[in-house]
């Protein structure tokens, strides 16, 4: 796979006008999926600088319909998108990590899945290409309090984990990010984090069909910032369980320790589904920043998801999971 640098991206407004076409034609899938998180109609989109004080290029209209999601909320912009990560392997600082992460190589690659299945693959970048690829927009709510709206290219995980032919007794499935201790600067600056990266999901969380293999954005394949060349999206749950560069995944019976369980269990659970009557130990989650907008709007439950996840959870006491 071929680097992809930012000047090569198709402007949001190509983009958009084109994913328009594709959706008058009946071309563009993944419509019943096309969520959003937000109540009312937001205020006009407002661009922060970029990581070197230029504006961010391609603005989106918010006031066209094929350039917002159903509820009215504006994409942001592919500059947004790529210039703003959490990724702690290259480094803590968000605005940096489209720096270190530039060039780092994406091919060849290979997920191995195993664990409790009766088919266990390792699947390549030409096996991930062959997947029918979908369009999801999908909102993203950091537990920091910010989030975005996204327009991810993918597939949905059940249909990988289908191919592995999962057995009876597999509970939880257990996602592993690379280690790669040379290319990525963070391993070492950061040692007191129990690398490599460890995500999970119940079983049933990694089946619904929500639950998403991202390998691209905007119509175009990952970035490395962004965890490429494929990426968990979960887009209920806070967005440190949307693991990113994945190596390797495994179906087991108990349930993984994670990477934020063991880095503070006092402040990270297993489950961290967005819930905003449950605060952050040392902040509010009741409100968030959505990136490229002035003042602070509702978080909502799940995300804005409720109608689709909340079965999942009948019964559990969701005060207490975070």
Same mark, same amino acid.
């Given at each position: 796979?071929?680097?992809?640098?930012?000047?090569?991206?198709?402007?949001?407004?190509?983009?958009?006008?084109?994913?328009?076409?594709?959706?008058?034609?009946?071309?563009?899938?993944?419509?019943?999926?096309?969520?959003?998180?937000?109540?009312?109609?937001?205020?006009?989109?407002?661009?922060?600088?970029?990581? =070197?004080?230029? /504006?961010? *290029?391609?603005?989106?209209?918010?006031?066209?319909?094929?350039?917002? &999601?159903?509820? +009215?909320? !504006?994409?942001?912009?592919?500059?947004?998108?790529t210039n703003y990560n959490n990724y702690?392997?290259?480094?803590?600082?968000?605005?940096?990590?489209?720096?270190?992460?530039?060039?780092?190589?994406?091919?060849?690659?290979?997920?191995?899945?195993?664990?409790?299945?009766?088919?266990?693959?390792?699947?390549?970048?030409?096996?991930?290409?062959?997947?029918?690829?979908?369009?999801?927009?999908?909102?993203?709510?950091?537990?920091?309090?910010?989030?975005?709206?996204?327009?991810?290219?993918?597939?949905?995980?059940?249909?990988?984990?289908? =191919?592995?032919? /999962?057995? *009876?007794?597999?509970?939880?499935?257990?996602?592993?990010?690379?280690? &790669?201790?040379? +290319?990525? !600067?963070?391993?070492?600056?950061?040692p007191f984090y129990q690398w490599p990266?460890?995500?999970?999901?119940?079983?049933?969380?990694?089946?619904?069909?929500?639950?998403?293999?991202?390998?691209?954005?905007?119509?175009?394949?990952?970035?490395?910032?962004?965890?490429?060349?494929?990426?968990?999206?979960?887009?209920?749950?806070?967005?440190?369980?949307?693991?990113?560069?994945?190596?390797?995944?495994?179906?087991?019976?108990?349930?993984?320790?994670?990477?934020?369980?063991?880095?503070?269990?006092?402040?990270?659970?297993?489950?961290?589904?967005?819930?905003?009557?449950?605060?952050?130990p040392r902040w509010s989650q009741g409100?968030?920043?959505?990136?490229?907008?002035?003042?602070?709007?509702?978080?909502?439950?799940?995300?804005?998801?409720?109608?689709?996840?909340?079965?999942?959870?009948?019964?559990?006491?969701?005060?207490?999971?975070?």
């Amino acid at each position: 796979m071929s680097k992809i640098s930012p000047s090569e991206i198709t402007p949001e407004h190509i983009y958009l006008s084109r994913r328009e076409l594709l959706k008058s034609m009946g071309i563009l899938t993944g419509g019943a999926a096309l969520l959003a998180a937000c109540n009312g109609n937001p205020p006009p989109m407002t661009l922060e600088p970029g990581p =070197q004080g230029d /504006p961010a *290029a391609d603005p989106v209209d918010p006031s066209a319909s094929s350039n917002v &999601d159903e509820l +009215g909320d !504006p994409l942001n912009t592919f500059d947004d998108i790529t210039n703003y990560n959490n990724y702690y392997e290259f480094t803590t600082d968000k605005i940096d990590v489209a720096r270190l992460a530039e060039g780092y190589p994406i091919s060849p690659w290979e997920i191995q899945v195993g664990g409790l299945v009766h088919n266990p693959t390792t699947f390549s970048l030409d096996d991930l290409r062959k997947f029918e690829i979908e369009e999801r927009i999908y909102r993203m709510r950091c537990v920091e309090a910010w989030s975005m709206v996204i327009p991810w290219m993918g597939f949905p995980l059940s249909k990988m984990l289908a =191919q592995v032919e /999962p057995k *009876a007794e597999a509970k939880y499935v257990r996602f592993e990010t690379i280690h &790669d201790t040379k +290319g990525m !600067p963070g391993f070492t600056k950061y040692p007191f984090y129990q690398w490599p990266y460890v995500e999970g999901l119940r079983m049933d969380e990694a089946m619904h069909d929500l639950t998403l293999i991202s390998t691209g954005l905007y119509g175009k394949e990952l970035l490395p910032q962004n965890g490429a060349p494929a990426r968990l999206v979960v887009p209920w749950k806070y967005g440190f369980k949307s693991i990113k560069s994945i190596v390797k995944i495994d179906l087991v019976t108990e349930m993984p320790i994670l990477l934020w369980m063991n880095a503070a269990p006092n402040e990270y659970g297993f489950y961290a589904n967005v819930n905003p009557e449950v605060d952050h130990p040392r902040w509010s989650q009741g409100t968030e920043r959505r990136i490229g907008e002035l003042g602070r709007r509702e978080t909502l439950m799940f995300n804005g998801y409720a109608d689709e996840v909340a079965h999942l959870y009948s019964g559990m006491d969701l005060s207490i999971n975070f």
